[in-house]
């Protein structure tokens, strides 16, 4: 008979290679290990940028100095040590290219590896893309096109070279220096990141899109990324990240910083998949990413994240529905397996009139992981008619997994209207049966139950991103969904 | 003297007077004690936060009816469902009324709790069941001490109980306050199926207190339908008191009408022990002045694979408070448990008050549980719509509430019950429409 | 049409099947009615090939073939339905995608191509009004929040959708009120042809009031003790099952 059990299923996903655990071999210049004030120094220098950008910095390490590491998140891991990791690595080619022909051509095979070949989607998908490796941005596609119509995107090192009245104008506005112990280290030590500007009542006639890879051993990536939505645009916005398999844990601690501005719309949208570690739990990234938007009024900020890779994720991509009339929407798949932890959710921070929020979070859990949503839903005393719905589902896989929902809320407007629904489930062997006796086999039935959960979220992922994602999703949980 | 003095004197001569044997006269003696302990609830108490008694405890209310009252069909046939032939016990301040009754001893028992209490053939049911689901809160003990006189139903297994079986308990105000304590019992045995209605309903502006107990034991299989009216006048406050014990494989659903009176406070309580079970809770509630209204709900899932379906409307007018506290208790071991609860809530007066209060309580992880609670405002834009297209203010309005109460009407399955309330929401909301448009 | 010869089967080393035969022909009309524990619902689940069931001895037959041998899905193909006393939830996937994926699987192992869109809603449409069931309820997750009586309903409308040769309905009547009882049991009565069959499972005499069946037998202890015509269902309704015990014991 063709037993293909819920036990097998497992087995299967545990011994499932990371299938993007390749490393590429470009010659780095990579900065000594430990963190102190001539570091934070050095990157600005290298970086060749202004006074008041080294200020920045210094003045968020010196807060990040006397913060502890955040400890109320649902994941344990043997902390970092931050003296050592190396702040700063860099390919050792020149840091911008004119055109693709000058990108080292290793590099590129990189990317053509990821599925992601930047011909390719230059022709074909219409996406404008910037790539970050390891920390710095190594191409950025499409900028004449975008510079047609006053559309900035480039790295934030050059836009801090060019643009620096903008950047100085919001960078920090909505994730300050001293927000978290995270957002502190990446104030004081970010090496590169995307920069995106929206002029007045433009739209974006393409996707943006960034890669982050860290491919540099004993390194961590600190990306900060700035988006600016001005009045009446719109603009919808990707990220990808991918990392090697390396025994080690790597860190990345990303900020980015989302700016709608009265009328805008920003659609964000992350697949992550940095390497999760082995079957063992060895290796992988620790993730503790902040992301942060701010709603104007009428304005409108989405994001949307498919979450599989990272040993631990620590991240909650939030909304400050500041403007009257402005909408926050949050729709996550978080997939952890083996030994990975994620601890990841939304704040929707009510103070506007008439402000709306929606939060989809889907989890999927196999394995020895565990899963966390953890949510925040505040409605402020001005905040007349805020309405929220949050939805949270888990899925398990298995006996050994966990899921778990911490979601708060607080009201403090009587005219608030907040709805909050739980789930959790498991793929269980009764589910299986019910699906062969309609003559469903249990490969099909499996890519059924797990398409059927997530599909709320992978609909809301752009075209380009979606087919990636529920590949992504394959890979996470067997070879043979979809 | 106070309430809690002259009920706990009274208590003697109580049991002096009903001749009674051991078994009962144990129980009584025991929730009397518990009653004296507590007393009467008072808003320090977690679950009666919203809900003060105060203003219903200060009325002398005499706790015995001295005199026998008789009514006739005609003044208070507006009060029956009439139009389908049903079993029907009726008791009028307090007392049996048997020319109002139809009771039946045919293959089923529709009949008296005070011969339940007394006779012989009913003693294993009595002992098996009475007083076996009910707390030992205060206002529950306190009925427990008085309890001598109310429905008792027994269904025996496999049956299809073809009438719906009416309660109903008229208070003439033969006195100027009075105080009512009945005691129902409904046993229902396997694979039998029953609908009940129940409703108490005083006649004049005098004011009533009622301290309701009904225990229903749904065994194996069984299906219970129950409905609650609830559109008393003025000075009627009703404490109604309900815990269902639930078998295997049972479906029970109770529907809550409340129109008010001065006071209402539900508590409801489901126990599922058994598996496969399902619970139904479902309510309107649409109240203006100064009426208050308070459902206290809770389910609680002790074994695997159980269901349980919350819907709960209210509307508040004028200065109307409006208080819903749902609990879901789901136990470790009570996996795969499905528990839904809704509460949904409009006020349509800046006066007006509603507390919600969801609390669930999961010890077990693979389930599904969901809440949702709203607070609203008739919606502007589709008023506006409404007008603009001919439709006056006030049935426009009537209309829109009528629409966000309907799918709790939706599981009503006795299709006079609909037309009823369909009339009372009306007549609330006062417009003469009919609304199956 | 089924023919069973000695079935035996267990579960986790338990014996709970001990030697069932039983034929079906097509057009019939069979009532396996028994006390709790008495192996009904694990003949069902065998018939339709559950895993955890052992079959330890004996042979199970639809149309002269062995499917012995046959995953769940197989038995699927070949026209065996079961109607599950309790259906699964599948958060996620609604009623009509189901449907379509299990037409389409059961199609393409017979080698044809998947069924045109257009014909699938005329299908599901038409077998939707048999069971009085409303539109929107396609569009739901199956069996996600249906009531008791909204599941069992469901599962007969599977069992519309897919025409099955053999069908099992195991406790169909639990948790149904009487109008649910009627539209379902009415639903089942206009399936039934000269060349289908079904076996109804009980407990409780009442679901036979409205599908009557040609044969009764009582399971007990695993093996089928007695069968009668449909009188017995009545009879065991009345005097209970401990005198069938009795006998068997004496």
Known sequence: MNKYTEDDLREELKTKEYEYGFYTDIESDTFPIGLNEDIVRAI??????????????????????????????????????????????????????????????????????????????????????????????????????????????????????????????????????????????????????????????????????TYFRINQAGT?????????????????????????????????????????????????????NWYPGNAEGKGGVFNFVTKRGLCEKNAKISWTQVETGSAVTWKYPSCVLKGDNSVGEFYSIAVTNNHQQADTGTKMIHLGKNTKSTIISKGISAGKSQNSYRGLVKISPNADNARNFSQCDSLLMGNECGAHTFPYIEAKNKTAKIEHEATTSKIGEDQIFYCNQRGIDTEKAIALIVNGFSKEVLNKLPMEFAVEAQKLLEISLEGSVG | MDLKEKLTASFLAFENDVDTDTFIHNIRNEAIKIFEEKGFPTKKEEAWKYTSLNSVLKDDYSV???????????????????????????????????????????????????????????????????????????????????????????????KLVQKPIQILYFSTGNEAATMLQPRNLIVVDENSHVQIIERHQSLTSNAVLTNSVTEIFTNKRAIVDYYKIQNDNQNATLIDNTFIKQRQESVASVHTFAFGGKLVRNNLNFYQTGERIESNLKGITIIGDKQHVDHNTLVHHIEPNCESHQDYKGIFGENSTGVFNGKIVVEKEAQKTNAFQANNNILISDKATINTKPQLEIFADDVKCSHGCTIGQLDESAMFYMRSRGIPEKEAKALLMYAFSNNVLSSVKIPEIKLRITKIIAHKLGVNIGFDL | MLKIENLHASVEDKAILRGINLEVKAGEVHAIMG??????????????????????????????????????????????????????????????????TAINETRKSKGLEDMPAKDMLKLIREKSELLEIDRKFLSRSLNEGFSGG???????????????????????????????????????????????AVIVITHYQRLLDYIVPDFVHVLYNGRIVKSGGKELAHELEEKGYDWIKEEVNA
């Not at chain 1, 990821?114 to 191409?139: C, F, P, R, W, Y």
């Open chain 1, 44 to 209: 600005s220098l290298k970086k060749e940028e202004p006074e008041w950008m080294t200020e920045w910095r210094l003045e968020a390490f010196r807060a990040w100095e006397k913060m502890e590491e955040p400890e109320w998140a649902n994941v344990h891991y043997a902390k970092p040590d931050f003296q050592a990791i190396s702040y700063y690595s860099a390919p050792n080619s020149k840091p911008k290219y004119n055109s693709l022909d000058e990108v080292d051509p290793e590099l590129l095979a990189t990317f053509a590896k990821l599925g992601i070949s930047i011909d390719e989607q230059k022709k074909l998908s219409n996406v404008a893309m910037d790539v970050v490796v390891d920390s710095v941005s190594v191409a950025t596609t499409f900028k004449k096109t975008l510079g047609e119509k006053g559309i900035i995107f480039m790295s934030i090192s050059e836009a801090i070279r060019e643009h620096p009245e903008l950047v100085k104008k919001y960078i920090g506005t909505i994730v300050p220096q001293k927000d978290n112990f995270y957002a502190a280290l990446n104030s004081a030590v970010f090496s590169d990141g995307s920069f995106c500007y929206i002029p007045k009542g433009v739209r974006c006639p393409m996707e943006l899109s």
């Open chain 1, 220 to 272: 961590g990536q600190f990306e900060r990324t700035l988006v600016i939505a001005d009045e009446g645009s719109y603009v919808s916005y990707l990220e990808g990240c991918t990392a090697p398999s390396r025994d080690e844990n790597q860190l990345h601690a990303a900020v980015v910083e989302l700016i709608a501005l009265d009328d805008a719309e920003i659609k964000y949208s992350t697949v992550q």
């Open chain 2, 64 to 158: 015995f009816p001295k005199q026998e009252n008789t009514i006739e069909y005609n003044d208070v046939k507006k009060y029956f469902i009439h139009d389908i032939d049903t079993y029907k016990v009726v008791f009028i301040d307090g007392k049996y009324s048997s020319h109002l009754s139809q009771t039946t001893h045919d293959g089923i028992d529709v009949c008296l709790m005070s011969s339940a209490l007394t006779k012989p053939k009913y003693r294993i049911i009595v002992e098996n069941y009475f007083n076996k689901a009910a707390t030992k809160d205060s206002l529950t003990s306190l009925n427990t001490a008085f309890s001598c006189e109310g429905v008792y139903i027994h269904i025996p297994k496999n």
């Open chain 3, 35 to 100: 006390p709790n524990g008495s192996g009904k619902s694990t003949l069902a689940s065998v018939i339709a090939g559950k895993e955890e069931y052992e079959v330890t001895e004996g042979s199970i037959f639809l149309e002269n073939e062995d499917i012995d041998e046959l995953a769940a899905e197989e038995r699927a193909h070949k026209g065996i339905f079961l109607s599950f006393q309790y259906p699964v939830e599948i958060p996620g996937v609604s009623v009509t995608n189901f449907m379509k």
């Open chain 3, 150 to 196: 909204e599941k069992k309903r469901n599962e007969i409308f599977q069992m519309a959708m897919l025409e099955p040769k053999l069908a099992i309905l195991d406790e169909t009547d639990s948790g149904l009120d009487i109008d649910a009882l009627r539209i379902v049991a009415n639903g089942v009565n206009k399936l039934k042809s000269k060349d289908n």
